[in-house]
């Protein structure tokens, strides 16, 4: 299989991933980074999205690329669609901080060890928040792209 070219900020995220045997990709959009989390022997990777239209998307891009077997795709917002303990990391980009720190807020809830952002706006706020919640950063590292610079994290989970 002939996996989609990721662009640099969604390379760089997936480069910060440890090792795992499943995953979620919330707001997976088009389903590119899932794909590729699939193809670097995760498990069991499942992808979300909010919206019917995306999430129509979702699957019909899954389709295309014969990966229907390789990633679950989900309707429903943030963690919602997933169960407690059902994924050990979650890769969220492309989003601002708010919904981003929103996904954060429920991965304790869902025994998440870890997760991963891209953000693509107010990322001043993701700081901030992780010192108070007493999360622990793993790595970090900006990203120059297309005239704009964005920042991915991978932070570890507070219990």
């Known amino acids: 299989m002939r996996l989609p070219r990721l662009p640099r900020r969604l390379q760089a995220l997936l480069a910060l991933l440890p090792p795992a045997r499943s995953v979620a990709d919330v707001g997976a959009g088009h389903g590119a980074l ?3 989390l699939a193809a670097r022997h995760v498990a ?8 019917p239209g995306p999430y129509q998307e979702l699957r019909r891009n899954l389709d295309a690329w014969g990966a229907t077997q390789m ?4 309707l429903g917002n943030g963690l919602a669609p997933l169960e407690r303990g059902e994924v050990e990391g979650v890769v969220a980009a492309g989003m601002g901080a708010r919904s981003l720190l929103k996904i954060c807020a429920d991965a304790a809830d869902r025994d998440v ?3 991963a ?12 928040w992780r010192k108070r919640h007493g999360w ?3 790595a970090s590292c900006p990203v120059h792209e ?7 994290w ?6």
């Open 117 to 128: 952002l891209q953000c693509v706006q107010d990322p001043e706020l993701i700081e901030p």
């Open 71 to 74: 990633v679950e795709a989900r």
């Open 136 to 138: 622990q950063t793993l």
């Open 146 to 152: 297309r005239g704009h610079q964005y920042l991915v």
């Open 154 to 159: 991978l932070l570890k989970v507070a219990r």
């Open 44 to 51: 069991r990777v499942i992808a979300t999205e909010a919206a």
């Open 113 to 115: 060890a870890w997760v």
């Open 34 to 36: 899932a794909l590729h």
